[in-house]
Structures are given as structure tokens and as C-alpha cells.
């Protein structure tokens, strides 16, 4: 996948400009910057959310504005930052419905539907709340659901926006540790949009730091994430050093605000 020239805009008000971006096969790229920078709004083009006001995205050396809307469907999961669920849908319900892209009028369900579904329950620790309704659950749950629900549709490339929202720390872990189990074991082309650059550096093969709706670095980890960098693009003053547990980049912030002395 690759975005040429993108520019998108809401009206009048342009929000990414004239961006280029090649999204590497079969890696995790992260997406990070300060907020209303253009990295939700990017990853809604890259899922053909959003038409482009100038420039396209590419899927094969195509432009998605080319192609079936069920094709892409089968080649894109896309799960938004604030999904909303059908009222009353049960979890297992909504989690199927991962599996309408690949379905045909002749052939409703199969054995390979159920087994993804339950298989996607299952690595996102949903499974005992098949039979619950959606609006029932906690955020963190939900969240869950919608994450098993974008695994169910088995797709090659994986969009997440912000995936570890309403997560607490032990469920943020297993969720990213899950991307990086798809990524490995499956191949999965991931891209995902994060808040903490810290999670971003740990969990990324490819880093994309956006600011001002312009690409401002990218590349691997330890290359992008420097002192000069943190403070461009989200204006912290701040320490880098090696992570203890994988080595990756750790942003330390400087030191509190303290009173002065009496």
C-alpha cells in the first residue's frame, strides 16, 4: 500500500498535505503525533473512509477509488477509534459480521467462518461473552470485541485506530503483543495509530512521526525516536534512552514541574 501526493480535507479545512507514504508489506508501522495532526485522518484514507481531495492510495499499484468495495473488504480491515455497534447485538453476532466480505449468496456460513470467528474470541479473550449484548460490556470489553471482530475478517492488511483506547495497561499489552503475533506467525501487513510513543517505539518496525498533517521522519525505531524529534513534533523536553527489556528507544520526560523555593 502506498499514499502519493495525498491531500484530505474536511470542506475547507485541508488537514493532511500532499503526503507520501509506502506502508511496508508483511511489517508493523506505527503511527504517532501530537493530537489533530493527521494520523487518524490518514489511516481513514488508507481504509477508503475518506476520499482524497487531491493525490491517491495505492493497494497493488491500484488506486482504492478503482476497486470493488468487496474486494477491498477482503484485502483491508479497518477498526475506527469510535466504532458504533447495532443496539442490543450480541458479541458473537457482531464478531460474524468480520466475516460478510468473504461470504457469497450461494454459501450464507461455513466451517471456515465459525473457526475464525471463535478462533478471533478466543486470542482476544472474548469468548465467554459470545451470548452478552455489545452495549452491555465495559469500554475495555467492547473494545475487545471490535478488535476480535477486525481479526474475523482475515484480512492481509490490518488498520488499527488507536486499538488500546479504554484498555487498561495489562489488556494494552496483550492487545499490541496480539498485532505482533498476527504480524510474525501470519505476515499480517499491520499499520496502526498510537498515543504513547513509548508502546509505538517497543512494538513497531516501521515508525511514521507526523506533525501538522505532513510526514515530519519515518523508519525504524531507533533512527526516528531522538531527543531533537520528541521535541519538534510534540514540544516535550525529554531523555532517550535504551528500553531495559527490548531496547528500544524510552522517552524519559524531563523533570515535574516543582514549586520554586521559599
Not at 484485502?75 to 468473504?102: F, K, M, N, Y
Not at 501538522?212 to 525529554?238: H, K, N, Q, S
Request: proline fraction near 7%.
Amino acid at each position: 500500500m502506498r499514499a502519493r501526493e495525498l491531500t484530505l480535507a474536511y470542506d475547507d479545512r485541508t488537514v493532511v498535505h500532499e503526503l507520501d507514504l509506502a506502508i511496508p508489506d508483511g511489517k508493523v508501522t506505527v503511527i504517532v503525533g501530537p493530537n489533530a495532526c493527521g494520523k487518524s485522518t490518514t489511516l481513514r484514507a488508507l481504509g477508503r473512509l475518506l476520499k482524497p481531495s487531491g493525490g491517491s492510495v495505492l493497494l497493488d499499484g491500484t488506486a482504492l477509488a478503482q476497486l470493488p468495495t468487496k474486494r477491498i473488504a477482503q484485502q483491508i480491515g479497518l477498526l475506527p477509534q469510535t466504532p458504533v455497534a447495532p443496539e442490543a447485538i450480541t458479541v458473537a453476532d457482531l464478531v460474524g459480521r468480520g466475516r460478510q466480505p468473504h461470504q457469497r449468496w450461494w454459501q450464507q456460513w461455513s466451517e471456515a467462518d465459525e473457526r475464525a470467528v471463535r478462533e478471533a474470541m478466543e486470542r482476544t479473550d472474548v469468548a465467554t461473552l459470545a451470548e452478552r449484548a455489545v452495549d452491555e460490556l465495559s469500554g475495555g470489553q467492547r473494545q475487545r470485541v471490535w478488535i476480535a471482530m477486525a481479526l474475523a475478517q482475515d484480512t492481509e492488511l490490518l488498520l488499527l485506530d488507536e486499538p488500546t483506547t479504554y484498555l487498561d495497561i495489562s489488556h494494552q499489552v496483550e492487545v499490541l503483543d496480539l498485532v505482533r503475533q498476527l504480524n510474525h506467525e501470519r505476515g499480517r501487513t499491520v499499520v496502526v495509530v498510537l498515543h504513547d510513543l513509548n508502546q509505538a517505539a517497543r512494538y513497531a518496525d516501521h515508525l511514521v512521526a507526523m506533525k501538522a498533517g505532513r510526514v515530519v521522519a519515518e523508519g525504524a525505531p531507533a533512527e526516528v525516536v531522538t531527543e531533537e524529534l520528541v521535541r519538534e513534533v510534540f514540544g516535550l523536553d525529554c531523555t532517550v534512552v535504551p528500553d531495559p527489556v527490548t531496547g528500544s528507544p524510552l522517552v524519559v520526560p524531563g523533570p515535574p514541574w516543582s514549586p520554586p523555593a521559599s
